[in-house]
């Protein structure tokens, strides 16, 4: 069993910069693809980005591509989702999750965190 844990949450202003963090509790993530994904109020949850066990592939939606950027440190076990020139449209929970293939496709993953919220204000 894989816990993770999503931190970075917060409420900013549309243009601002903001960083989740996604670790694991007691076991590694160092084999796993990592996915984030989101929910807005009222709407399914959407594929955000993805790495690849290694980091050598990702993948990125295109409402976000150019503004986000995932990238993962196996030393701290943590799996990042930098993002930039933040919209009133990223508001969501963010999730974190696990998998064994990059995928874009959230029944593809094993294991998710409980999320993290993002407000963006105009």
């Known amino acids: 069993q894989v816990q993770l844990v999503e931190t970075g949450g917060g409420m900013v202003q549309a243009g601002d910069s903001l960083r989740l963090s996604c670790t694991a509790s007691?076991?590694?993530?160092?084999?796993?693809?990592m996915g984030w994904f989101r929910q807005a109020p009222g709407k399914e949850r959407e594929f955000v980005a993805a790495?690849?066990?290694?980091?050598?592939?990702?993948y990125y939606a295109d409402s976000v591509k150019g503004r986000f950027t995932i990238s993962r440190d196996h030393a701290k076990n943590m799996v990042y989702l930098q993002m930039v020139s933040l919209k009133p449209e990223d508001t969501a929970i963010y999730y974190c999750?696990?998998?064994?293939?990059?995928?874009?496709?959230?029944?593809?993953?094993?294991?998710w965190g409980q999320g993290t919220r993002i407000t963006v204000s105009s």
């Open positions: 790495i690849a066990y290694n980091g050598h592939s990702t």
């Open positions: 999750a696990a998998g064994l293939a990059l995928r874009r496709t959230e029944y593809e993953y094993d294991y």
């Open positions: 007691g076991r590694t993530l160092r084999s796993y693809a």
